[in-house]
């Protein structure tokens, strides 16, 4: 870093310029009242300095290094605080998308199937069946060809089922 | 300088973040409830979770009555942006006539009415179509619609639902707290889309209980069937038919004619009318079935017995004002249990004057009459049973003979229990199961002795193997019951008759009952609209489908015996008795006549000569040939020839005893086998 310019700390304007002191016997020699006073800074004179710094090594700073890896560790762990508390609310509305698109589709599904049970009666209907049956000219049996299967001996009386 | 500046930016920033937390603390504190309600209103949507009416089963589980979701649309006709253009574009979209939807859509918004349905029950395609147009004024609502699968099978026993799916007849009416359930509540957070993110069931939704019927939906299409075809037969104008257990008081079957569809709103007042259930709601005097009755309460209360003999007085009685005729052939004496088998008015109204009004009264109550069954069904007729103070001077006599009497289809099968089982009034059930619940039997009410119980079976098989209920015969079972025949009273002219009630209540087996069942056709005509003609054949079909649905053994052999040995067994009296296979014609059936006394000079009326009984005549032609016709041609061709015919089963005539061209003779019966 450069060093501040002396002059920017300069609050007085330059003493005259002094010419080697020759101590006179003489009296003090006498201001020249047609001299005009110096003018701010006008001794000074600015130029380029040719700096040549290619053999300049910046210096590795040990304490830069572990100070951006704290920051980049800190940051790393602030990030995933923030993802551990935002993810699982992420997961969970989407997982409620899925739970209520799952549950709209269990009501259609138990929907179809009421109305695939309404089909199944309808075809059973015993008015249904009947007309079917004359049509294959099925008849009721009569009361003759019916054999109940279990053995009753003779002579024993009705037994009713439940 | 520099501090100075750097003040003035931490005051600066101080300011504003302290205005940033004050606004903090403002929305989140002090204003926290305002947008949480807010935020609740936008993202949250309350939806009404249906409860689905509960089904209403047969006792084997087959549905008779459900509900199947259903989705409508419906439009505001005010939010309509273009009338022609989007009710064709909805019509195209519901498949319906855009003219029609137009004209439906322009009356409503000229009327100022903001709701309108377009159409109810659309396809799941349709109400995808209809979402997917996303418009604002176009609503689905989903819904539930009751359907009745089998149309018309049971309809009175279920009744049906209005539009709001509340039941507004029968089992739906009577059962609808159960049968409705109680819908929930759900709170569901939607996203900017409306899609569901999450759901809260605030209130959950029951489901109605689903309720097993005792009804079994294969003997019940039967019952309808037969019934219907009875009545068309005969010309009735309405019939029904009651099949129970005895035991336990199971209605199996509940048919009533005419029937109704419940999936169809009534439309015409024929349609309302035929909603009425004849079986339980529409009482008519019983006539001679009432007679079981009568010869109960003698068994119980007098020394009166089967065989004790009973003076009919010739065929003709003289009440106070009244004259009583058996139109059989007269009879002098009969045993008690032959004139409930030939169905003596006269016997009857002897056996009635033994008994006597209290105990008489007495004996009608206890086996149910004049009160309610308890059936869950709305609309059941308690039939008519005057109080004593209240008889006339020939009330014992009426009642004994089943006149002065109201009673239901359901009161018979109840009473007939009674002998059938041993004796216990039975109270009628409809229901088995309330959801998974069985529920319990009341506990019954002895009305007679077990003794007077088989002693009257005994007697009722009488009736179908002589007497009147002989085509109640059943092949393979014995069978016990009582037939029917009361004459319609006009209340306009105040005048009985010859319309009948013609009914028959019976049971099988007799030994140890299973089934009991009863069938009445109302509005029978002429000799041939006797309960034993028009009723007892209706019996035979259900009953034998019955217990074969029961798989009841059967108790007889199938080959009926042989007219030698019957003829054997049997006890000869004055009459003359048919027995298999070729009886006597069941010409008439117990019938009274309620003529006004004729004054003469002396006022004294004397008794008519009994007439001679029929017996079997020589040859009268030839047997005709039935096969390939129908039941309804053979009748009326054995009719227009006045040959008897015993008909079996149903469909075109099959085979025939004797056969055609064989020698026919008078008073034989023909008997013809029918099969579809």
């Given at each position: 870093m450069a060093t501040q310019p002396a002059f920017l700390t300069r609050?007085?304007?330059?003493?005259?310029?002094?010419?080697?002191?020759?101590?006179?016997?003489?009296?003090r020699a006498e201001r020249d009242p047609f001299q005009l006073r110096a003018l701010p800074h006008e001794d000074v004179f600015f130029y380029?300095?040719?700096?040549?710094?290619?053999?300049l090594v910046r210096e590795a700073d040990p304490r830069a290094g572990s100070a951006c890896w704290k920051v980049i560790g800190a940051a790393g762990l602030v990030l995933a605080l923030f993802t551990g508390v935002l993810a699982p609310r992420v997961a969970n509305t989407v997982a409620g998308y899925k739970l209520e698109a799952l549950r709209v589709e269990a009501q259609t599904l138990a929907d179809e199937r009421r109305t695939l049970e309404l089909e199944e009666a309808q075809r059973l209907s015993p008015e249904r069946l009947d007309k079917l049956a004359q049509g294959q000219n099925l008849v009721t049996p009569t009361a003759s060809q019916v054999v109940h299967l279990e053995n009753k001996g003779e002579g024993k009386v009705a037994m009713v089922k439940k | 300088m520099v501090e100075r500046r750097l003040v003035w930016l931490a005051g600066i920033v101080l300011i504003w973040g302290g205005a940033i937390f004050g606004k903090l603390v403002a929305l989140q504190v002090v204003h926290h409830q305002e947008y949480v309600t807010k935020a609740r209103a936008r993202q949250e949507e309350v939806v009404e979770l249906r409860a689905q009416r509960g089904a209403i089963l047969d006792r084997t589980g087959h549905p008779l009555a459900m509900s199947v979701p259903t989705e409508s649309v419906f439009v505001d006709p005010l939010k309509v942006p273009s009338l022609e253009l989007d009710s064709d574009l909805l019509a195209h979209e519901l498949h319906l006539d855009p003219a029609e939807l137009y004209r439906r859509i322009r009356t409503a918004h000229d009327n100022h009415r903001g709701f309108l349905w377009v159409?109810?029950?659309?396809t799941p395609q349709e109400a995808e179509d209809v979402r997917s147009?996303?418009?604002?004024?176009i609503h689905v609502d989903t819904g539930s619609e009751r359907h009745y699968?089998?149309?018309?099978?049971a309809a009175h026993v279920l009744g049906g639902v209005d539009f709001a799916e509340?039941?507004?007849?029968?089992i739906e009416k009577a059962l609808d707290t159960q049968l409705h359930g109680a819908p929930g509540e759900a709170r569901i957070l939607t996203d900017v889309r409306r899609r569901g993110i999450d759901e809260l069931v605030s209130t959950e939704a029951h489901a109605g209980a689903s309720i097993t019927l005792t009804i079994d939906e294969r003997l019940q299409f039967v019952a309808e069937r037969e019934i219907a075809a009875a009545v068309k037969l005969h010309e009735a104008t309405s019939g029904s038919v009651v099949v129970m257990?005895?035991?336990?008081?199971?209605?199996?079957a509940m048919a009533s004619y005419p029937p109704y569809d419940p999936n169809q709103p009534p439309e015409s007042e024929s349609d309302v009318a035929a909603r009425?259930?004849?079986?339980?709601?529409v009482p008519f005097e019983p006539g001679s079935c009432f007679k079981v009755i009568t010869l109960s309460a003698a068994l119980e209360t007098?020394?009166?017995?089967?065989d004790t003999p009973i003076n009919c007085h010739g065929g003709v009685l003289v009440l106070p004002g009244r004259i009583i005729h058996d139109s059989h052939a007269g009879f002098g004496f009969l045993p008690m249990d032959m004139v409930l088998a030939h169905s003596s008015n006269i016997g009857a109204i002897e056996i009635g004057r033994t008994v006597g009004r209290a105990a008489m009264y007495d004996y009608v109550r206890r086996f149910?009459?004049?009160?309610?069954?308890?059936?869950?069904?709305?609309?059941e007729s308690k039939g008519r049973l005057r109080a004593i103070p209240q008889w006339g001077t020939t009330s014992l006599e009426s009642i004994s003979m089943g006149q002065e009497v109201s009673v239901t289809t359901l009161q018979l099968a109840r009473a007939v229990s009674v002998v059938a089982n041993g004796g216990l009034l039975v109270k009628p059930r409809?229901?088995?199961?309330?959801g998974d619940q069985t529920l319990p039997i009341e506990p019954p009410v002895r009305a007679i002795k077990p003794e007077t119980a088989i002693t009257m079976r005994q007697m009722m098989e009488g009736v179908v193997l002589v007497g009147?209920?002989?085509?109640?015969r059943l092949e393979g079972y014995t069978s016990g019951g009582k037939t029917g025949s009361a004459q319609i009273f006009d209340f306009a002219t105040r005048h009985y008759t010859h319309t009948y009630n013609g009914s028959f209540m019976g049971f099988a087996?007799?030994?140890?009952?299973?089934v009991v069942v009863v069938v009445t056709l109302n509005g029978t005509r002429g000799n041939g609209g006797f309960g034993g003609v028009v009723a007892a054949p209706v019996f035979k079909v259900v009953a034998t489908e019955a217990l074969r649905i029961l798989d009841v053994p059967k108790d007889l052999p199938d080959d009926p015996p042989s007219k030698t040995l019957l003829a054997a067994s049997q006890v000869l009296d004055d009459v003359s008795i048919a027995d298999l296979g070729?009886?006597?014609?069941?010409?008439?059936?117990d019938r009274d006549d309620e003529e006004p006394v004729a004054p003469q000079a002396d006022g004294f009326v004397g008794p008519v000569a009994p007439a001679a009984p029929v017996a079997q005549g020589p040859a009268a032609g030839t047997v005709p040939n039935f096969k390939g016709m129908t039941l309804r041609a053979v009748l009326m061709e054995a009719a227009a020839k006045g040959i008897p015919v015993q008909p079996d089963g149903s469909g075109v005539a099959r085979?025939?005893?004797?056969?055609?061209g064989s020698v026919w003779h008078q008073g034989e019966r023909i008997r013809v086998q029918f099969a579809r």
């Open positions: 609050t007085e304007t330059p003493a005259r310029i002094a010419v080697p002191a020759v101590r006179l016997d003489s009296a380029c300095k040719k700096i040549d710094n290619s053999r | 159409k109810r029950g659309i147009l996303k418009l604002e004024w699968p089998n149309a018309t099978l509340k039941g507004n007849g029968g257990k005895p035991y336990d008081g199971q209605i199996l009425s259930n004849h079986a339980m709601g007098t020394k009166l017995r089967p149910g009459f004049g009160q309610k069954t308890g059936v869950p069904l709305p609309g409809l229901v088995l199961k309330q009147t209920g002989k085509e109640a087996p007799v030994t140890n009952p299973a070729s009886g006597q014609p069941n010409i008439l059936e085979v025939q005893n004797p056969p055609p």
